[in-house]
C-alpha cells in the first residue's frame, strides 16, 4: 500500500484535473490507430528528440549532438553518398520488471538518425569524431574557396 494516494485509474491515464504533479496533456487523438501517444510514436520520439548544433567556423564545420546515456559504441557516423554525413544509434529501453510500478516514462528510446548535406569546401577525408560526457563533436575541416579568376572578354563591333 503507498503512502501517497494515486490520482490514476487504471489505464494509468491521471483522473484528476487538479494533479500538480503531471503535466499530461489531452490527446484528442488517442484512440485512433495512428494516436500521438501510441507505442509507435513513444518509439519514434528519440528521432525527434536528438538535437544537434551545427556551426562554421572559419577552419572547420563543428556538429555537436546531446545523446546522454549513449556510450560510442551504440553511435554510428557516417559519409553516404559523398555529402551526406549521417549520424545514428539507438537508445534501449530498460528492462521491466513485473513488481515494478511505473509512475512516469519520460526518457525516449528506440533509434534515431539525423542526415545533413555539407556544403562543398568540406574535406570529406579528414572528418574526426570524439564523444565526451553523452556530447558527440563531429568535426569537418573546411578547404579554401577559391575565387574565380574574372578574365575581362573585349566586345567587338
Known amino acids: 500500500m503507498s503512502l501517497i494516494p494515486s490520482f490514476f485509474n487504471g489505464?494509468?491515464?491521471?483522473?484528476?484535473?487538479f494533479d500538480p504533479f503531471s503535466l499530461d496533456v489531452w490527446d484528442p487523438f488517442r484512440d485512433f490507430p495512428f494516436s500521438s501517444s501510441s507505442e509507435a510514436s513513444r518509439e519514434t520520439s528519440a528521432l525527434?528528440?536528438?538535437?544537434?548544433?551545427?556551426?562554421e567556423t572559419q577552419q572547420a564545420h563543428v556538429f555537436k549532438a546531446d545523446l546522454p546515456g549513449i556510450k560510442k559504441e551504440e553511435v554510428k557516423v557516417e559519409?553516404?553518398?559523398d555529402?551526406?554525413?549521417?549520424?545514428?544509434?539507438?537508445?534501449?529501453r530498460e528492462v521491466e520488471e513485473k513488481n515494478d510500478t511505473?509512475?512516469?516514462?519520460?526518457?525516449?528510446?528506440?533509434?534515431?538518425?539525423?542526415?545533413?548535406?555539407?556544403?562543398?569546401n568540406a574535406k570529406?577525408?579528414?572528418i574526426k569524431a570524439s564523444m565526451?560526457?553523452?556530447?558527440?563533436?563531429?568535426?569537418?575541416?573546411?578547404?579554401?574557396?577559391?575565387?574565380?579568376?574574372?578574365?575581362s572578354i573585349e566586345i567587338s563591333g
Do not use: C, Y
Open 11 to 17: 489505464n494509468g491515464r491521471r483522473t484528476s484535473i
Open 48 to 55: 525527434v528528440n536528438t538535437r544537434i548544433d551545427w556551426k
Open 79 to 81: 559519409v553516404e553518398d
Open 83 to 92: 555529402r551526406v554525413l549521417q549520424i545514428r544509434g539507438e537508445r534501449n
Open 102 to 120: 511505473w509512475h512516469r516514462v519520460e526518457r525516449s528510446s528506440g533509434q534515431f538518425m539525423r542526415r545533413f548535406r555539407l556544403p562543398e
Open 124 to 126: 570529406m577525408d579528414q
Open 132 to 151: 565526451e560526457n553523452g556530447v558527440l563533436t563531429v568535426t569537418i575541416p573546411k578547404e579554401e574557396v577559391k575565387k574565380a579568376d574574372v578574365k
